[in-house]
């Protein structure tokens, strides 16, 4: 079956440390994979993506991802975490020509002055 | 910002009545979507459509139905609420960019079912 988990339900950093969220998925195709960030109350606003060639992809806020084919996984990093990145960010894959998504649970961050 | 509008933002609604949410769009996207936010699973795929007319279920599409009789407009309907279909409601677009096809979302509509 399709899924995509995310093993991190609630990180804490503290500001201006490095973060890594992870993400496995299973899909049985070439995957598309996604991360959306949402910001409390607010809709789904999309990070990065990565749908072929260079594993290592870039984003925007500074974000960057590294899909590993061999480990089925597609984590989300930053190097220097600001207070604004608080939010709760989703992983999700597509492959099929309807581009339906399957998410993750979600990882909520928070961010410790 | 892909131009989507959602609609009502929020609703309070009685068990057994009939909802209606609106989801438009301004720039003539083929693929339209609707799922549905619940603590701990995420975002899931109600409906989606692929044109005027085409529509099909997602994973949780039971006590929902859909129409989309214009390009811009994919509606989502609750036949008879019930409380378990209390939820946060995104639509969302599909457009190709940068090499591939990217899912854009609407601001969302909270539903509240009593």
């Known amino acids: 079956a399709q899924s995509v988990t995310q093993p991190d339900i609630h990180i804490t950093v503290s500001e201006g440390a490095s973060l890594e969220l992870r993400c496995n998925y299973s899909y049985g195709a070439t995957p598309y994979l996604f991360w959306y960030v949402q910001s409390p109350g607010q809709g789904l606003q999309l990070l990065l993506k990565?749908?072929?060639?260079?594993?290592l992809v870039q984003g925007i806020k500074g974000f960057e991802a590294e899909f590993k084919r061999s480990q089925s996984s597609f984590n989300l990093r930053k190097p220097s975490v600001h207070w604004s990145d608080a939010a709760e960010y989703f992983c999700a894959v597509t492959g099929g020509a309807t581009n339906k998504l399957i998410f993750g649970t979600g990882t909520l961050l928070a961010v410790q002055p | 910002d892909a131009g989507i509008t959602q609609s009502p933002r929020h609703k309070v609604t009685e068990t057994g009545t009939p909802v209606t949410l609106r989801c438009h769009q301004t720039?003539?996207?083929?693929?339209m979507y609707w799922y549905r936010q619940d603590p701990g699973h995420g975002l899931r795929l109600i409906h989606y459509?692929?044109?005027?007319?085409?529509?099909d279920k997602g994973e949780v599409s039971d006590g929902y139905s859909v129409s989309r009789s214009k390009t811009e407009d994919f509606l989502l309907t609750l036949e008879s609420a019930t409380s378990s279909q209390t939820s946060v409601y995104f639509c969302?677009?599909?457009?190709?960019?940068?090499?591939?096809?990217?899912?854009?979302f609407g601001p969302g509509t909270r539903l509240t079912v009593t």
């Open positions: 990565y749908f072929s060639g260079d594993t």
């Open positions: 459509s692929y044109g005027v007319k085409d529509t």
């Open positions: 720039e003539n996207h083929r693929y």
């Open positions: 969302a677009i599909s457009e190709y960019a940068g090499g591939s096809y990217e899912q854009y």
